[in-house]
C-alpha cells in the first residue's frame, strides 16, 4: 500500500470509522490528526508536557525522533480531546497509558488497520502527518509546516535564523482544527434525521 494525502471525504470517513474505536485509541489517532506529530510521540505524551494554560505541548529531546525538543501548539480542538482524557486517565503519568503495565499504549498499527477497513479508505498510521498537506493547501507556508512536523532544516539559512516560528505553527494549527471541525461537521449534519 503506498502512502497517501488524506482527502476530505477520506477525513470524514476516518473520523466516524474511529467512534468504533475504543476511547484510547481513538482520541491518540484524532491527536495524531489535529498535530501532525508521528504517532510514538503521541503515544509517549505525559502530562508533564503538556501546559494547558498557555496551549502547549512540550515533546522532550530524549523522545524526539530527531533529538531536538519540540514545542507543539495545541488547538481548542487538541485541548478539548486532552482534558477528556485526563478524565480516564488523570491517575497515570501518561496521557495514553497502557492499561496492563505501567507505561504508555505501545502500539496503535492494529487499530489503524480496522479503522481503514471500516472507513474503506487506504491509510496507514503515518498518512496522518499528511496533515501538512492539508495545511498546506491553505496556504500555511512550507517553512511553517516543516517547524510543526518538527524537520531539521539545513543550509545555512538554518544556521542564522533563530526565530522559533511559535506564533506562526500556533496559527496554522488553530486553522487545521478549524478546517477538520467543519469537515466532521459536514459529516455529522448529513448523518442527523431531521
Do not use: C
Not at 477520506?10 to 467512534?19: C, E, G, Q, S
Not at 507556508?141 to 531539521?152: D, F, Q, T
Amino acid at each position: 500500500m503506498r502512502s497517501h494525502v488524506m482527502s476530505t471525504s477520506d477525513i470524514r470517513a476516518f473520523w466516524t470509522a474511529l467512534v468504533e474505536e475504543r476511547p484510547r485509541t481513538s482520541a491518540v489517532l484524532r491527536l495524531m490528526l489535529l498535530t501532525a506529530q508521528r504517532g510514538g510521540e503521541v503515544l509517549g505524551m505525559r502530562w508533564a508536557d503538556v501546559d494547558f494554560s498557555e496551549g502547549w505541548w512540550t515533546i522532550p529531546e530524549e523522545r524526539s525522533k530527531n533529538g531536538l525538543s519540540h514545542r507543539v501548539p495545541l488547538s481548542p480542538s487538541a485541548l478539548a480531546l486532552l482534558e477528556n482524557q485526563r478524565l480516564l486517565s488523570s491517575e497515570s503519568p501518561w496521557i495514553f497509558p497502557n492499561a496492563s503495565s505501567l507505561g504508555p499504549l505501545a502500539g496503535i498499527q492494529k487499530a489503524v488497520q480496522r479503522v481503514r477497513r471500516r472507513a474503506g479508505i487506504e491509510l496507514r498510521g503515518h498518512d496522518l502527518r499528511r496533515t501538512a498537506s492539508n495545511m498546506a493547501s491553505m496556504g500555511v507556508p512550507r517553512l511553517v509546516i516543516a517547524r510543526i512536523l518538527n524537520h531539521v532544516e539545513t543550509g545555512v539559512t538554518a544556521v542564522y535564523d533563530r526565530h522559533s516560528y511559535d506564533r506562526e505553527k500556533r496559527e496554522a494549527l488553530d486553522a487545521w482544527g478549524r478546517r477538520l471541525e467543519e469537515i466532521v461537521r459536514v459529516k455529522e449534519e448529513a448523518e442527523t434525521p431531521r
